[in-house]
């Protein structure tokens, strides 16, 4: 059993025309979150994917 949901890419188009993307700003403090979550090296912070 994973440890962790796995989930959809947030850029993938879904049956509907938008993407969640096209909801947040480019100016949306959430992008600042993405940025500094995306440079985290979790392997080292104890997260593993068992995939």
Known sequence: MPRFIQGESRTQATLFP?????????????????????ELDLEALGFWNDS
């Open 18 to 38: 938008e993407r969640l993307e096209d909801y947040i700003g480019d100016d949306n403090p959430v992008r600042v979150i993405e940025a500094f979550v995306d």
